[in-house]
Every structure is written in structure tokens, then in C-alpha cells.
């Protein structure tokens, strides 16, 4: 599918960093828009439906997986999380640059869909620091905890099929990163569009 936004993807195991950098990101950068997911988990501390995700019953989302109403999802952490074709559609064609926060998983089936899309991996800089940042950030019990430093092994496996990698040590140092790959993405396209503008122009195609 042609349109004429980029489409970027961010995946990292709990708690590595990645919506601190996305949020501190679109502080930035207004033309960077984030898509809502829809989840089966609960609303956690001050999450709004509609905002940070939209939350829904286990049979909402079958019937969102039976309508083939998903671009991707994928059981994480023991619920399900997608992306609607809603919510990606109508800003790429709108010209937005979009970010999709995902897990792997919904990481690779987008590949699938959008080839030109850009996928990167956050990783933190030691387990150690993982399990300090899921603790001090006070939302997820101790279960929840264990069990997505447990899935963070099999995450991080699937870091070389990822475009780029930020290690977020120091929280300036991977945002400049970020920053960086969504500028040096958007140049390349712009070229491309213009290098395309001028072969069709040599061709006489309007
Ligand atoms: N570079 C950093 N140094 C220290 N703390 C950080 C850094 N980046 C993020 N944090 C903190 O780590 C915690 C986890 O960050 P965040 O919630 O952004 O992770 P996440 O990858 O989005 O996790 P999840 O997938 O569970 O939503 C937060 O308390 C955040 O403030
Ligand atoms: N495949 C998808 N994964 C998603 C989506 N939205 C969020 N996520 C990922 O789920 C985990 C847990 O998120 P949390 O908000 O419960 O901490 C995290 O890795 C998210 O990136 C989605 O639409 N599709």
C-alpha cells in the first residue's frame, strides 16, 4: 500500500524505555503520531480508554480478530494487544508519520504489511537495571513483574530482525537516537519521492 506518511515501530521489553522515549519524542516532534491499540488488559493507574489504549472485553477483541479488523496482534504477556486498521489508515494517508509502540510480535506481522516500514528495537543496559526500572516504576505486582522479565529474554532474542537498536542507558543519549533514525527516515523518503517526481517528469507522466 502507497501512502504518504512514514510508518515507524518501536518494540522493547517492559520497562526498557520505550514510552518514556516516545512521549518525550512527541514533545519534540509534533508531525510524530502515535496510534491507540486496542488491549484486553485492564486499565492500569490514570489510563483513560481511548487515550493510552482502547480497552476492551475478550469478546470485543474476537470480534475484531473475526471481522479481520487488525493490521497485527498477538498475545503478550497474557493478554492480547492490536492495532486496528482504523487507527493506522486514516493518519498515514493523511501524511502523518506514524509510531506504533508494539511488541515484537505485531513488530514483524507490520514488516509483513508495510515492507518500507521502519522497525526499532530499544534495549536496556543490563537485566539488572530491566528489573530496577519494572520495580521503581510501582505499576505491575511482583507476578506481573517476574513474568515479563521472564519474556524479556525471548523478546530481545528477536533484536537482529529489527532495523535499528537503541540501547537506552542514558535517557538524552537514546532519544537523540530516536530522533536521528525518524530524521534520517524522513530525508531518505523525501528524496525518494523527489527522485520519482523527476522521473516521471522526464517521462512526461502526470
Ligand atoms: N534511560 C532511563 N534511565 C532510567 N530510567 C528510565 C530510563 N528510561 C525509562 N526509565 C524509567 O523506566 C521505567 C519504565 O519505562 P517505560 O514505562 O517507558 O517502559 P516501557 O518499555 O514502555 O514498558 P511497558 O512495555 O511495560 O509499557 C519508567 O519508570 C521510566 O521512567
Ligand atoms: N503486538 C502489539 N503489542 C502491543 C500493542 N500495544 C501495546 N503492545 C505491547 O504490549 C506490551 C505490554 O504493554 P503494557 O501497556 O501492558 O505495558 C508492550 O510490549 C507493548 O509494546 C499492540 O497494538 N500490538
Do not use: C
Not at 518494540?11 to 509534533?30: F, H, I, M, N, T
Not at 504489511?113 to 505499576?139: C, H, K, M, T
Not at 537503541?166 to 523525501?190: G, P, S, V
Amino acid at each position: 500500500m502507497q501512502h504518504p506518511g512514514n510508518l515507524f515501530v518501536v518494540a522493547a521489553p517492559s520497562g526498557a524505555g520505550k514510552s518514556s522515549l516516545v512521549k518525550a519524542l512527541r514533545e519534540l516532534d509534533a508531525h510524530v503520531s502515535p496510534s491507540v491499540s486496542h488491549t484486553t488488559r485492564a486499565p492500569r493507574g490514570q489510563e483513560k480508554h481511548g487515550r493510552e489504549y482502547f480497552f476492551a472485553s475478550e469478546q470485543e477483541f474476537d470480534a475484531m480478530v473475526a471481522n479481520n479488523a487488525f493490521v497485527e496482534w498477538a498475545n503478550v504477556h497474557g493478554k492480547r494487544y492490536g492495532t486496528s486498521k482504523r487507527a493506522l489508515a486514516d493518519r498515514l494517508a493523511g501524511g502523518a508519520d506514524v509510531l506504533l509502540e508494539i511488541d515484537y510480535q505485531g513488530a514483524l506481522q507490520v514488516k509483513q504489511a508495510f515492507p518500507e516500514a521502519v522497525l526499532i528495537f530499544i534495549l536496556p543496559p543490563s537485566w539488572e537495571e530491566l528489573r530496577a526500572r519494572l520495580e521503581n516504576r510501582g505499576e505491575d505486582s511482583p507476578e506481573v513483574i517476574e513474568l515479563r522479565l521472564k519474556n524479556a529474554s525471548e523478546e530481545m532474542a528477536q533484536v537482529g530482525k529489527f532495523d535499528f537498536v537503541i540501547i537506552n542507558e542514558l535517557f538524552e543519549t537514546a532519544l537523540f537516537d530516536l530522533k536521528a533514525i525518524i530524521h534520517a527516515q524522513r530525508l531518505k523518503y523525501a528524496a525518494q519521492r523527489s527522485a520519482r517526481a523527476d522521473t516521471f517528469a522526464s517521462l512526461n507522466i502526470t
